[in-house]
């Protein structure tokens, strides 16, 4: 496969590049790859980042660049891996390209060879030049002609000249009008927009503090963009302008996407799944390991993650298995009874020593892929493990599980990427839809990002794994 790359933001945006190196630079340096406007992309560094290919995969690498590389949205430390679609862009307010795999039957791209002038057509063999008038009469007829014909020719360019210039003034002053106009409605826009969010933040303190922060950070962004667009204006920057007006849009449509999940009934969600999902003690023999599980059969049939009962690297085994409920204090033997054999799929099941019925999620989506990016999710497990606060009661620690809220921001096959909370404990949780459906199972997260990039198997994998142990 090669790479295809396409500007979709900034001067050269339309760009695109099909390449079949396997290590692209980018930047404004001459002998870049890729390589932008020295003069105005002034967010690019001369040799600002390189796309590199390492074992059948694709990452971007950041070369030390004065204004960062994000992918996605996010500013990357280290190496990191691309998808097919993913967008990077060089420098917070800089250009925007997308990554495309393409065939390796399409053709590489560059500079356009110049076409070669015409080959003067030769003369025939049997020519003879043309008759020359005989007289001075024709001569004379023959130019008046001319004269006059050009006579109109340049009357007729005259008035089109002057009625394209007043068109271009009419044109020119215009769009101005309309450009002003689509500027004051955007500012009225965001005014409301922020409005509308200081109201939501305010009803969302104590209840859900990760939805709140989020959205109170995606009004600092906003309010920061809106100051820019009015410097920008100001200052008659019109480039500045038309990056500055995208870069509202993307601000405006992620808090409308926040407003939407505070409008989500998070705390029904939690009321008819929280009994089903347990904190997991694994114990190693020279360790212990929380995380945490939920059950989808009355016969305790329990669902998690692979490495959560084998390690990161598949080799370590557990002495004993020990699951408590949500709101209990009272732990149960577990043993494992599967294991996804497929590498990129990090699921197991357990199943709970338990006599009589155990409590189960709601149910699965059985259509995850329908799940909108953008779309409010859910997470309930026990983040921090042990390590986060529990609650105690007469002399007892009752196993406290935790709602964390969050956005879809990639729906893949094997994986769904999730912008919102998790670290440590909270493996093997299960992510909800709106509707109070599993639609993944936490298993990861993104370096760099604080826990704030977190990813998931979507929910047909652990259907799959179940329907091998009937």
Do not use: C
Request: cysteine-free; aromatic content about 4%; overall charge neutral.
């Amino acid at each position: 496969m090669k790479v295809q790359l396409k500007v979709i933001k900034g001067d050269q945006a339309g760009i695109i590049r099909v390449l079949s190196k396997e290590r692209i630079a980018i930047g404004r340096h001459p002998e870049s790859d890729l390589q932008f406007n020295p003069q105005t992309a002034l967010e690019v560094s001369g040799r600002h980042a390189e796309i590199i290919r390492r074992d059948n995969r694709w990452f971007v690498r950041d070369l030390g660049s004065s204004n960062g590389t994000l992918v996605n949205g996010h500013r990357i430390q280290s190496d990191t891996k691309l998808d097919d679609t993913d967008q990077i862009r060089f420098g917070a307010a800089g250009p925007t390209i997308e990554f495309r795999l393409v065939a390796d039957t399409i053709p590489d791209t560059g500079e356009m060879p110049a076409r070669p002038a015409a080959a003067a057509a030769p003369a025939s063999a049997g020519a003879t030049p043309a008759r020359r008038s005989s007289t001075t009469q024709r001569v004379r007829v023959e130019v008046a002609r001319q004269t006059k014909q050009m006579r109109r020719i340049t009357m007729s360019v005259t008035v089109a000249l002057v009625l394209v210039s007043g068109g271009l003034v009419f044109v020119n002053r215009q769009q101005r009008l309309t450009r002003e106009e689509e500027i004051i409605q955007l500012q009225a826009r965001i005014n409301s927009v922020l409005r509308d969010a200081r109201t939501t933040t305010t009803a969302l303190q104590g209840e859900m503090q990760e939805l709140a922060s989020a959205l109170r950070m995606s009004q600092q962004d906003l309010q920061s963009l809106q100051q820019q667009l009015s410097d920008a204006r100001d200052a008659g920057n019109r480039e500045r302008i038309e990056v500055l007006s995208a870069e509202l849009e993307t601000a405006l449509t992620a808090v409308a996407q926040q407003q939407h999940a505070a409008r989500i009934d998070f705390a029904g969600i939690t009321r008819a799944n929280l009994r089903a999902i347990a904190m997991v003690f694994v114990d190693f023999g020279s360790h212990v390991e929380t995380s945490t599980a939920f059950a989808v059969r009355s016969d305790g049939t329990m669902i998690t993650n692979r490495h959560v009962i084998a390690g990161r690297d598949g080799t370590l085994r557990p002495v004993q298995i020990g699951v408590r409920f949500a709101d209990s204090q009272q732990t149960f033997a577990a043993r494992v009874v599967a294991v996804s054999r497929e590498e990129d799929i990090d699921l197991a099941l357990l199943k709970v020593e338990l006599a009589g019925p155990v409590p189960v999620v709601l149910g699965f989506n059985g259509r995850p892929d329908t799940v909108a990016v953008g779309a409010p999710v859910a997470v309930i497990g026990f983040p921090g493990g042990v390590d986060s606060p529990q609650r105690m009661l007469d002399g007892g620690t009752y196993a406290t599980a935790s709602l964390t809220v969050g956005t879809l921001s990639k729906n893949l096959p094997n994986l769904i990427q999730i912008n919102g909370y998790g670290t440590h404990g909270a493996s093997g949780s299960p992510v909800f839809d709106a509707n109070g459906l599993v639609i993944g199972i936490l298993y990861g997260g993104e370096e760099g990002t604080g826990g704030r990039l977190v990813y998931a198997v979507p929910a047909g994998h652990a259907r799959t794994l179940l329907e091998g142990i009937r």
